[in-house]
């Protein structure tokens, strides 16, 4: 897995968006609110929503940590994409997707 192969996968998923945000992250959204964040340098950490059940024994795996400035949300952040296989990254991408699209407007989520 690298930068390229988390950008198909998150686009492939329906209405998802990318945008660079703060100069230096490339933002992946769905409805306007961001479900994956990465750095566009090498090696940068990868960002994600997780359910809040599983938050606390997911952001203590080996490799993971709260994602800075979006803990109290439920997002962890993986240090490098070497700790997950394309099956978990594809899960928990999806999941993140889906945490979002959830929770976006009734409107919004119509018209997507």
């Not at 994600?48 to 952001?59: A, C, N, Q, Y």
């Amino acid at each position: 897995m690298d930068i390229e192969m988390l950008r198909t996968l998150c686009l492939s998923l329906p209405s998802a968006t990318e945008d660079i945000k703060w100069e230096n992250d490339l933002c992946f959204c769905v409805g306007g609110k961001m479900f994956c964040a990465t750095g566009l340098e090498p090696d940068s950490p990868i960002s994600f929503k997780v359910p809040d059940d599983s938050f606390d024994e997911i952001s203590t795996r080996p490799g993971f940590k709260p994602a800075p400035y979006l803990a109290r949300a439920k997002w962890v952040s993986v240090a490098e994409y070497g700790l997950l296989s394309k099956e978990e990254w594809a899960f928990f991408v999806r999941q993140s997707y889906e945490l979002v699209r959830a929770k976006l407007p009734k409107k919004i989520r119509d018209h997507l």
